[in-house]
């Protein structure tokens, strides 16, 4: 079945410092979506992306749709200590109603003052 | 606060109790969502409702039972769970349009975190 890829597993960087993540699948999405879980707390929304080629940005973090729409990464800059936590992407094929979200199995972000 | 509330947050059971989970949506949304998260693995999605009507059943086993009165609550009652089911239950919603059209925005409470010895 579809399935999710998410590189790195998990990534420790001093506060201040740039952040690239991604996500890859080996069958097509045409919705790319990132969340961002805090502990103890549930996954929420920061992009969602439409169409291929795509590029968007909320505030310090950008996400592109990759070409292929096969892959996408989430690119978050000058990173704080409230940037921890756990990013998942996930992919839709069609914005249908029969049509599952699939989630990726995460990355961990650690941020060092 | 993101218009979804689940109570209990912390839910310690034994594996003959019958206990239920509870959701509560404030956004307006037509459907609703339970996914089920264990450490290390992907969000697992459990089961569907959409207009009240169930639409997705994820080969959960027989001992999760979903029930949603309305569009705006949902529970998951659970009887005779096993240790392995210990994870964090979410609940989440979402708007689908009259045709049916779901862009994948999923709206997720804080989830209850629950424990089968």
């Known amino acids: 079945g579809q399935q999710l890829n998410q590189s790195p597993q998990s990534m420790f960087i001093q506060e201040g410092e740039d952040v690239s993540m991604n996500c890859t699948s080996s069958s097509i999405f045409n919705t790319w979506l990132w969340y961002k879980q805090d502990p103890g707390e549930g996954p929420v929304l920061l992009i969602a992306l439409y169409k291929a080629g795509e590029l968007t940005s909320n505030g310090r973090l950008t996400a592109q749709f990759g070409i292929t729409r096969k892959d996408s990464f989430l690119n978050i800059s000058a990173s704080i200590p409230s940037d921890v936590g756990i990013y998942f992407c996930?992919?839709?094929?069609?914005?249908?109603?029969?049509?599952?979200?699939?989630f990726g199995p995460g990355t961990s972000l650690s941020v060092i003052p | 606060e993101t218009g979804v509330t689940q109570t209990p947050r912390h839910l310690v059971m034994g594996m003959t109790n019958k206990k239920s989970l509870k959701c509560e949506q404030h956004?307006?949304?037509?459907?609703m969502y339970w996914y089920k998260q264990s450490a290390k693995k992907p969000l697992e999605l459990m089961f569907v409702?959409?207009?009240?009507?169930?639409?997705e059943n994820n080969s959960v086993p027989s001992r999760f039972s979903p029930e949603c009165p309305n569009s705006s609550h949902l529970f998951l009652h659970l009887h005779t769970l096993q240790p392995e089911d210990s994870a964090l239950y979410l609940c989440a919603s979402s708007q689908w349009t009259s045709g049916g059209a779901n862009t994948g925005e999923l709206f997720f409470g804080e989830g209850s975190r629950l424990t089968v010895l």
């Open positions: 956004l307006g949304h037509n459907a």
């Open positions: 409702y959409n207009f009240k009507e169930q639409t």
């Open positions: 996930a992919g839709q094929l069609f914005r249908t109603s029969y049509d599952k979200v699939i």
